[in-house]
């Protein structure tokens, strides 16, 4: 019973599962609409829509023992076609013009076995295949409502399978979910839930504090102190999928050898930035992913700080005391604003000087990063959903992609390749900390720490099982 | 200074005291470099049903002392720094305004004693129309609803012989000429049956015969509600007929005051003396063929001084025309109908020509909103044409270059109306003066272009250091010269001088006059005198011409215009002239009459007028002479 | 009369082209969307983007899409967003009765505020009352915007617990928002009200207008007001025009759904059918606007009519 | 013909008059006072506030003489940074206002002068630019141009050149009509000199008082371009900066934003006083 109250920062404006790629999506998609399989807070795949699955014909077929008895919210059957038309459509015209299509290309098509089971035919490996297929592109969808409705329509008023149904969407200010009585997994317990789209984390913060919302999922870091002191509110951080690194322009200047982009990273204090600024909401790593992924190697360390040896290495390189390099990063992000000054703070002090320069996110993003029209260094940050490395190091380090304007390692390419086309995932682990540890000797990068995720919660709300990917599944959920 | 000490004004006819006694009023402005005392000393008494003049000086402290009567210096920057105003209110009872509250002041003022100010046209708000700012007072303090207070504006304006007045309560002042301003004034000062009425040159802008209409309008007033009338001029016959008691003020002091017979018949005080020897007198010229230029009665160290010999005024170079005006026609679109299309015009000036020759001066006199000032402002090129062609020194107006244009705005000089309005707010009246002359490279030299302004200053009987002073800081007959004197600094041919000697005490507008003929002597200059004051035109014109209702209804010499008028307009101007004999009243029927309306529908155009010579160049309207 | 403001009809068709061809070309110069909608995904090739753009009609020449814009405005139809397909219109639709709420007040209450303050402190020029005055409403402009606003949530809603924070329900929620643009605007509204004032409290009307016994308060509301209206009403008019469109980061702040945000997003977007949507219609009102003002000159000074 | 002038000796000067003067006196100190410290800061903080500190991070003022005015989040002295951070705030408010002002007077007294084609012209130019969103502008201007120091005075130009054009075609517009402006065009005073000697004095009193507090808007201006990402270089301290900077530490630590608003309310203080000591000084009306 009751209503709990959920800020995000984000409208999608679409809640077709093959139009977006945002969290924000995943933070309501996730209740409206179930995979075949689902991932649970704690990063586990278990049955979802299908009961079971296993690879056949040497990996190249995956058979799904469908869930029986399962409808979607407006009556219609779940079986068999529903998925067929779930990935037809995602594979097809359609999931073209989105952005979901393009994580789904190994499989080459879907196949009706009975009404219960279905095949995936696949045309290349996809270690990551069945994460994905617990990500947003992969849900569920009613063949019959789509058809008659439209995809337009569909958008605009979503049916899926999930706990919670689509009750009532003003664009940009709200949204509200009832519950589904009839659900799988068992009926949750809130009646309703209502999500506010609320852009400034501070300004989520204050509803938090005035008792507006139960669950904020963008709170500033400097009020995390000040909303834990308030007795009915609680911060809960954790572990998230956001890792962030200045990412070294190869091409440019002093950057291009190796050593001293080694003595930069070592020049810098990453502790001491995690523990001050992001007061101890991040933690440090080694490669460019967090402790959740997969392929992250605990037994890798960073480099050390050591600005004296940094000094020494630098002097050896040949560079100038006073020689300067740009750094460019998202402007509005405050909290990296101060930690990119930190960066500079830091580098000044082996004598390298740093002039930041802010830019409008997506122009840095969609320009300055994929045209290499970057200064030396650049703020790279990235929230692999997947939790596996391969899906970051691929996007990141492959030649000619989007992130990665500048390298073009045959070595690392070779590396990435082997360990995309193996469905041996020991294999694959093996390959991935390889990667790492070339990336970091090869210093493409100065990783700097894996965010938390954090929420700020009240604490009338209980059970909220919060994920650390932001994709909320309030089954179990209470309020007072 | 020999200041004859007040002595008690006749008995009051009530045994109740003076409505008002002023007892030894001083009124101080701050200046640059000290303090102005602008009134020193000055006591006097108005009673009930009683007409005191103020006569004097220009800048002698008139204006100044009205306001102070009423507590309006406390806002112009004055201060009342020495004696009483006691004020037998009917209402609220004796007591002294100058330590009256602000709030008490605010239910007298309007009420009880209420004010015409002396330039109409600064003292209307532009913004808002003539109906409504009559009818504030009246809602103010007579309670009246909106509509009643319309209604009862709408017969005030009628009562001042407003024509249209249904048309002027919803216009904007900007578009009434000077008179019909001044008669809005009067109308609001009148709204509320004041107990006092303080009137500052009320009649300056109006033709005589309104101006006779509306001393009679005050008079019936006062007759009915034992008004007092508290009234300032400089127009020795108007103080004739209307006072019973006269103050003289001179130099912020008052030198005599008494009874108006006394003071007609046996001035004491020398410029009491030089005052009424410098009025001008209708018919003083009679039998001459050109004006001439009369020995100058000046006061010198207490003693009166005659100066120069009297000249006849023969300047006139008749072989060219200088400035010829044919078939000018200026109109103004007053109402509109949804789609912009004017439906209703104001015939301002209607197929009016005429000529004037070099060293020539021709008088417009005629009907207050006849359209005088509009001839002057369109010659000026300020308002456009509606047709009619100007031509000077032969060549058209409309096909000029731009440079003979420019050299025109040098040649051509137009004196507006309102002195106040015409001078800008933020510069020095120096700036002023030397502005013509910068503007067209007269002087390079700054230091011969100071020399000239203070020259010029001087000349207008006001002294150099005024140059550093701003246009709010001096009085309206001292705005006046100083608008004169910017006219004259620019060397011109022809000035067009609209009502400029108006606001002057006779002997400062002796002087000025005087100037102006001898500037006319001596450089052939050409003078378009619009005026309503006839004893000046005599004075001064060598034609007259005479307006109404924007046409040109009689035109000839002085000698026709006077001693052989034909027109019944003209005719009835010259009755109505006041004489300054105590005494004297002007024949009533002769200001009765329609008040004929300038605004005509779009396509019924008013009769145009042909005029006959009945004269060798003496023309009148035929219908007349028919 | 008609025929001015026929004329002007004409010259706002040519301002909204200018208007939205500028911004639907600056905005493509600034981004391309179907990066940004790929962003999310693991690897994308030049094709997935060519097909995104072709999903989007962007495949098209410039000014065939421009011309295809206009065609759809002229009919009502203002296009779909590329996020996610919603309706510009009913987005828009959603958005302008919070943005005019928004502005008409804080306008509204900051004319009812610096009005009589602006006299004030011009009646007693140099006293007390006036440095006062002067000096706190100066407060309003040496903080920005959306520093007076988070101090107002802190106060009025997280201390004190009286208005909601954020969000658009209800007239409370009016409260702040409006506030925090009323003091910023009221900074600049004062001081111009004082200055223009005191150059008409000089005039000699006024003098006239105080002869006649009227109370303080109809010389100057009445009589010296109405003089001095034209800075004033050229200003309101301006802010009106920066309240349609420009104060994002207040709206950010309270999250307000307004026009200023919903353009924002779209900037940063790119989401060329919603910021073109909605520049036309910000376009509309401040052509609008500006008429208004303009036909208000004539009326505050009829002088100005008169030609 | 005169009542002469009294001599000054005992004359008690007006009230209006003394306030006068302590006014351009107050405001030139505080003014002055303002740039001094302002440009003597690189002297007196030689490091230009930039040695951080991160263990001293975000102490209170008025607690220790070495961070008179507390630290930041990066433990910079805030007291260096307000006083370096003013040498770019006010260079940026004083240029852009001054370019802004002499841009959007030229045209908005060509337009109201002139009117006709001109004023037509100008201002649906007007119009457009104010139907522009800002951000647009700005995310076009500096993305395409860079996000320099001269780039973003130059923006700020652009995006508020129309206040002062409208404000001043208005004013124009009922200045023209006054008869003193008649009388002048009447004895054939040239545009030029019309709109220096006539228009101009009369307009310009609403006008100074937009310029001096368009001084405030722009520095604040520069806090709302970083709100959104476009700012500067955020090692170079401002006041804009460092009031966007400070908004995330409003509950927490106040000090880091409210001290660059009280510099910036010193400076626009300063220079309004001395604006409207100007003001003054240009009618010599208001001697109320
Ligand atoms: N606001 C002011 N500041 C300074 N001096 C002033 C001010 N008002 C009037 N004066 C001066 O006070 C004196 C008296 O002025 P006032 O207006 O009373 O003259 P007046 O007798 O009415 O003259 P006129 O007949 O010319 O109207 C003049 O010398 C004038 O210069
Ligand atoms: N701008 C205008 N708009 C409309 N009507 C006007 C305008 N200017 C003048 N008029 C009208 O034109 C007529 C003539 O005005 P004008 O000022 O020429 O009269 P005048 O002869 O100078 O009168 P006075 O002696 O009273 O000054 C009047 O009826 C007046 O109302
Ligand atoms: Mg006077
Ligand atoms: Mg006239």
Redesign the interface.
């Known amino acids: 019973a009751g209503t709990l109250n959920v800020a995000l920062h984000q409208d999608p404006g679409n809640w077709d599962p093959i139009a977006t790629f945002l969290v924000s999506w995943g933070a309501v998609g996730s209740q409206v609409f179930d995979g075949l399989i689902i991932r649970t807070p704690d990063m586990k795949l278990v049955p979802g829509l299908a009961t079971k699955w296993e690879f056949t014909d040497k990996n190249t077929k995956l058979r799904f023992t469908l869930r029986p008895n399962v409808k979607f919210h407006d009556g219609e059957p779940f079986d068999a076609e529903a998925v067929k038309f779930t990935f037809d459509r995602l594979l097809g015209e359609e999931g073209k013009k989105g952005p979901q299509q393009s994580n789904y290309t190994s499989i080459d098509k879907v196949v009706v076995v009975n009404p219960m089971t279905v095949d995936f035919i696949l045309k290349s490996p996809d270690p990551v295949l069945l994460t994905k297929l617990a990500g947003y592109g992969a849900m569920i969808v009613p063949p019959k409502y789509i058809k008659e409705k439209g995809s337009q329509f569909f958008g605009m008023n979503p049916v899926g399978t999930g706990p919670f149904k689509f009750s009532e969407y003003k664009p940009k200010i709200a949204l509200a979910l009832e519950r589904n009585p009839n659900y799988w997994g068992g009926a949750p317990k809130v009646d309703n839930l209502n999500y506010r789209f609320i852009a400034e984390p501070a300004t989520q913060a204050a509803e938090l504090q005035a008792g507006r919302i139960d669950v904020a999922n963008q709170i500033p870091l400097s009020m995390v102190e000040t909303l834990k002191k308030d007795s009915k509110l609680a911060v809960l951080s954790m572990d998230g999928p956001v890792a962030l690194a200045l990412r070294y322009n190869t091409q440019r200047g002093i950057m291009k050898d190796k050593e001293v982009r080694k003595a930069l990273t070592m020049a810098v204090d990453r502790d001491a930035i995690i523990k001050t600024i992001l007061l101890g909401n991040a933690k440090p790593i080694a490669s460019f992913q967090g402790v959740l992924s997969f392929g992250n190697d605990p037994s890798m360390k960073p480099l050390p700080f050591n600005p004296a040896q940094a000094q020494a290495m630098l002097k050896k390189a040949g560079v100038k005391p006073g020689t300067s390099i740009q750094l460019d990063f998202r402007g509005p992000d405050s909290n990296f604003r101060e930690v990119a000054q930190a960066v500079a703070g830091y580098l000044q002090a082996v004598g390298i000087t740093v002039s930041l320069k802010p830019y409008e996110t997506n122009v840095l993003l969609n320009d300055i990063i994929p045209n290499g029209k970057t200064g030396e260094m650049w703020q790279n940050q990235w929230g692999g959903w997947t939790f596996d490395y391969d899906n970051t190091a691929y996007a990141m380090y492959y030649t000619k992609q989007r992130w990665n304007p500048f390298d073009d390692d045959a070595k690392l390419n070779a590396l990435l390749h082997t360990q995309r086309n193996t469905w041996d995932q020991a294999a694959r682990k093996q390959t991935l900390h390889e990667i790492a540890r070339y990336v970091a000797d090869q210093a493409l990068e100065m990783p700097l720490y894996s965010l938390n995720t954090v929420y700020g919660l009240n604490k009338r709300a209980k059970n909220l099982d919060l994920p650390a990917d932001g994709r909320f599944r309030f089954v179990n959920a209470t309020v007072e | 200074m020999p200041a004859v000490h007040p002595a008690p004004l006749n008995a009051a006819p009530q045994a109740a005291g003076p409505l008002l006694s002023v007892r030894s009023l001083a009124v ?1 402005f ?2 640059p ?6 009134v ?1 000393g000055l006591s006097f008494d108005v009673s009930a049903g009683r007409t005191l003049a103020i006569v004097g ?3 002698s ?1 008139k204006s100044v002392t009205s ?1 102070a009567i ?1 507590r ?1 210096t406390d ?3 004055g201060e009342i720094v020495d004696g009483q105003i006691l004020f037998n209110s009917p209402v609220s009872g004796p007591q002294d305004l100058r330590l009256a509250s ?1 709030e008490a ?7 009880e004693i ?2 015409i ?1 002396q ?1 109409p ?8 129309t003539i109906g409504n700012q009559i009818a ?2 009246l809602v ?2 007579q309670h009246m609803t909106a509509a009643q207070a319309r209604a009862q504006a709408l017969s005030l304006l009628e009562l001042v012989r407003l024509p249209d007045a249904g048309r002027l309560l919803d216009a ?1 002042p ?2 009434l000429s000077g008179g019909m301003r001044q008669r809005a004034m009067i109308a ?1 000062a009148l709204a509320c049956k004041p107990a006092l009425l303080i009137a500052d040159e009320p009649t300056t802008a109006l033709d005589v015969t309104i101006q006779a209409q509306i001393l009679n309008i005050i008079r019936e007033l006062q007759r009915e509600l034992q008004t007092a009338v508290m009234f300032i001029t400089h127009d020795m016959g108007v103080v004739a007929q209307m006072a019973d008691d006269v103050v003289v003020m001179w ?2 002091r008052q030198v005599e005051q008494g009874p108006v017979d006394r003071i007609f018949h046996h001035p004491q005080h020398p410029y009491t003396r030089a005052l009424l020897a410098a009025v001008p007198k209708l018919g003083s010229q009679a039998g001459l063929a050109l004006p001439r230029r009369m020995p100058l009665v000046v006061l010198e160290d207490g003693q009166l001084r005659e100066v120069g010999t009297e000249q006849v005024q023969d300047t006139v170079d008749a072989s060219a025309p200088l400035l010829s005006v044919d078939q000018l026609t200026t109109r103004f679109d007053v109402a ?1 109908n ?3 299309r004017a439906t209703h015009r104001v015939h301002a000036v209607e197929a009016v020509s005429f000529e004037i020759y070099p060293g020539e001066t021709l008088a417009l006199v005629g009907e207050s909103g006849s359209g005088k000032s509009t001839i002057g ?1 369109t010659l ?3 308002v456009q044409a509606t047709s009619g062609t100007v031509r000077f020194e032969g060549k058209e107006l409309a096909g000029m270059h731009a440079q003979d244009r ?1 050299r025109l ?2 040649e051509i ?2 004196i ?1 109306q ?1 002195p ?9 009246v120096g ?1 002023s003066i030397a ?2 002359i910068r ?2 490279r007269l002087l390079d030299d700054p230091r011969a272009v100071q020399k000239r302004v203070a020259e010029l200053l001087e000349c207008v ?3 150099p250091e005024h140059a550093q002073r ?1 246009p ?1 800081e001096f009085s309206g007959g001292q705005r006046q010269r100083i608008c004169i004197a ?2 004259l600094s ?1 060397n011109p041919r022809l000035v067009i001088a609209d009502e400029s000697v108006s606001a002057l005490d006779v002997s ?1 507008q002796a002087q000025i006059i005087d100037l102006m003929m001898e500037l006319q002597a001596q450089r052939g200059l050409s003078y378009l005198f619009i005026t309503h004051d006839m004893a000046v035109v005599e004075k001064i014109s060598h034609r007259v011409a005479v307006m109404y209702l924007g046409q040109i209804v009689e035109i000839g010499s002085r000698q026709d215009i006077f001693e052989r008028p034909q027109h019944p307009y003209t005719r009835k101007l010259l009755a109505a002239v006041p004489v300054a004999e105590p005494g004297h009243r002007i024949d009533s029927r002769l200001i009765q009459g329609e008040i004929p309306s300038p605004m005509r529908k779009v396509g019924h155009g008013p009769e145009i007028l042909r005029l006959v010579e009945v004269n060798p160049g003496h023309r009148v309207a035929q219908a007349a002479v028919a | 009369m008609g025929g001015f403001v026929l004329k002007r009809i004409l010259q706002a068709i040519f301002v909204l082209l200018v208007v939205t061809l500028f911004v639907s070309y600056a905005v493509r110069l600034s981004g391309d969307p179907a990066l940004m909608l790929s962003q999310g995904a693991g690897s994308v090739t030049e094709q997935d983007l060519q097909n995104i753009r072709a999903g989007l009609g962007l495949d098209r020449p410039f000014l065939v899409q421009y011309a295809d814009f206009v065609r759809g405005i002229v009919v009502g139809d203002f296009g779909r967003s590329f996020m996610g397909g919603t309706p510009v219109r009913g987005l828009i639709a959603d958005a302008l009765p919070a943005t005019l709420a928004l502005a008409f007040v804080s306008l509204l209450l900051s004319v009812l505020v610096s009005v009589p303050l602006g006299i004030h402190a011009a009646v007693n020029k140099g006293r007390g009352v006036d440095q006062v005055i002067r000096i706190v409403s100066l407060v309003g402009l040496s903080f920005p915007n959306f520093w007076l606003a988070i101090m107002l949530v802190l106060l009025l809603s997280v201390t004190l617990q009286l208005l909601p924070p954020s969000g658009w329900d209800g007239p409370l929620s009016l409260v702040m928002p409006a506030l925090t643009m009323a003091i910023i605007l009221s900074a600049t509204n004062v001081r111009l009200v004082r200055t223009a004032m005191l150059e008409t409290l000089s005039s000699q009307y006024i003098t006239v207008a105080r002869s006649k016994g009227l109370a303080e308060r109809a010389v100057l509301y009445k009589h010296a007001l109405r003089n001095c209206a034209i800075p004033l009403i050229t200003y309101i008019g301006l802010q009106f025009g920066n309240l349609i469109g420009g104060i994002v980061v207040v709206e950010k702040v309270f999250n307000w759904p307004g026009l200023g945000t919903l353009a924002f997003d779209a900037i940063s977007g790119r989401d060329y059918p919603v910021l073109q949507g909605t520049v036309t219609v910000l376009a509309l009102v401040i052509v609008a606007v500006n008429l208004l003002v303009d036909l208000a000159y004539g009326l505050v000074d009829p002088r100005i009519r008169s030609k | 013909m005169q009542p002469a002038v009294l001599p000054t000796a005992a004359a008690p000067q007006g009230r209006a008059f003394q306030w006068r003067s302590l006014e351009f006196i107050a405001g030139a100190l505080l003014t002055g006072l303002m740039v001094l410290l302002v440009l003597l800061s690189v002297w007196i903080f030689p490091d230009r506030g930039s040695t951080m500190d991160l263990a001293a991070r975000l102490s209170p003022p008025f607690a220790q003489w070495a961070h008179a005015l507390g630290t930041d989040p990066l433990g910079r002295d805030v007291l260096a940074r307000v006083l370096v951070g003013g040498r770019i705030s006010l260079m940026v408010g004083l240029l852009s206002t001054l370019g802004a002002s002499l841009l959007g007077i030229t045209i908005g007294l060509v337009a109201g002068y002139y009117r006709g084609v001109w004023d037509t012209i100008l201002m649906r130019c007007v119009d457009v630019q104010l139907a522009l969103p800002f951000i647009l502008i700005a995310l076009t201007f500096i993305s395409i141009l860079g996000g320099g120091l001269g780039n973003i005075i130059v923006f700020m130009i652009i995006s508020q050149w129309v206040q002062f054009a409208r404000l001043v075609r208005g004013l124009v517009l009922s200045v023209r009509e006054r008869e003193y402006v008649q009388a002048a065009r009447a004895f054939g005073v040239r545009d030029l000199s019309m709109v220096r000697h006539h228009i101009l004095p009369n307009v310009i009193g609403p006008v100074i008082i937009l310029v001096t507090l368009n001084v405030a808007n722009n520095i604040l201006l520069e806090s709302s371009l970083t709100f959104l990402g476009l700012g500067v270089d955020p090692l170079i301290p401002s006041w804009g900066g460092m009031l966007a900077d400070g908004r995330t530490y409003m509950q927490t630590a106040w000090w880091v934003s409210v001290f660059p608003g009280v510099a910036i309310m010193l400076t626009v203080l300063g220079l309004n006083l001395l604006g409207d000591w100007l003001r003054d000084r240009l009618d010599p009306t208001g001697k109320l």
């Open positions: 101080e701050p200046v470099g000290g303090r102005l005392r602008a020193d000086e220009s800048g402290g306001q009423m309006l806002y112009s920057g602000e002041m605010r239910s007298i003022r309007g009420n209420a004010m100010f330039e046209m600064t003292s209307l708000n532009p913004v808002f504030e007072t103010l303090h904007y900007h578009t609001m130099r912020g509109h949804l789609l912009g402002k000026q090129q300020l420019q705005r040098q000089q137009y507006f309102d106040y309005a015409s001078l800008d707010p933020r510069k020095t700036f502005e013509p503007t067209h009987g006001l002294r701003y709010h910017r006219a620019c400062v």
